[in-house]
């Protein structure tokens, strides 16, 4: 099992990035998709999920409204388009599964939202 993330990057408040996961060695289209952050000094909080068909998303209350997760189950990828960005979404952001029971995780791509 693998994922990839990349897109991460500096960006100035109120700027845009999308992040992108790219996964392999599972059957990506059976499984449910998230994405989680951490930063600086803090734990590793969750911050989206999409179920397998696209047909359910949430989200945590601090991204609600600025970010939309969306996957593609053709190209076995997910991805994170995140809006008016706010110093305080720095962080490392990273893609994540829950496959037969074990959560794997990607390596994770920096985010940085300072002006």
């Known amino acids: 099992v693998q994922l990839v993330e990349s897109g991460g990057g500096l960006v100035q408040p109120g700027g845009s990035l999308r992040l992108s996961c790219a996964t392999s060695?599972?059957?990506?289209?059976?499984?449910?998709m998230d994405w989680y952050r951490q930063a600086p000094g803090k734990e590793r909080e969750w911050v989206a999920v999409i179920q397998s068909a696209s047909d359910y998303t949430n989200y945590a209350d601090s991204v609600k409204g600025r970010f939309t997760i969306s996957r593609d189950n053709a190209k076995n990828t997910v991805d994170l388009q995140m809006n008016s960005l706010k110093p305080e979404d720095t962080a490392v952001y990273y893609c994540?599964?829950?496959?037969?029971?074990?959560?794997?995780w990607g390596q994770g791509t920096q985010v940085t939202v300072s002006s």
């Open positions: 994540s599964a829950r496959v037969q029971g074990r959560r794997v």
């Open positions: 060695g599972f059957t990506f289209n059976s499984y449910a």
